[in-house]
Each structure stands twice: as C-alpha cells, then as structure tokens.
C-alpha cells in the first residue's frame, strides 16, 4: 500500500492538470449518471433542500455532511454509478423537502 501511496502521489504531484481534469469529471459524472435527466433534477432537488435544512433546522449537519464529505473519496479515485447508492435516500429526502 505504501508503494502504491507514492506511486499515486508521484503522479499527481507529476500531472497536477490531468489529476484535476479528471477531478471534475469525476464530480460531474457522479451527480450526472446513470439517467441524465432524472438525475441532475433529483441532484439540484436534494441540494436545494439541503440549502433549506441547513437554513431550518439545528441538526442540519446530519444531511450535508455526508452529501459533501462522502463522494470526495469517489471523485478523487474511481467512479461508478452503483457507489452513489449509499447516499440516494439522503438525496430522495432532501429532494422531497425542497418540493
């Protein structure tokens, strides 16, 4: 593992602008795929009732933490569209509120 740390490390440290392009097409695949339409509309939903959770409610970090913290270790390794699973209730939750 530690080899591999490096080998990773070496690389981007390497190829910064290849790192960050494929950063953000990670980032946009993940809230993109695999229904386009569907998912960019459930996507800014469950933004939008995050935005109005956290100007709502005390606890409100229950729901945004893990919408920010939780696909960081996608779009910064691999991406494929069964790892947003985890995370969908949340973001169907949220969506809803902001409905």
Known sequence: MDTKFREATQYILGNPAA????????????WYFPYPIEWIVLSV????GAWA?????????????PLF????????????????????PMIVLLAAYAL
């Open 19 to 30: 790192f960050i392009s494929r950063f953000f097409k990670r980032m946009v695949e993940f």
């Open 45 to 48: 939903l469950g933004w939008a």
């Open 53 to 65: 959770v956290w100007k709502t409610h005390k606890n409100s970090w229950l729901f945004i933490v």
């Open 69 to 88: 913290t939780y696909p960081l270790v996608f779009f910064i390794t691999h991406l494929f569209a069964n790892y947003r699973h985890p995370i969908d």
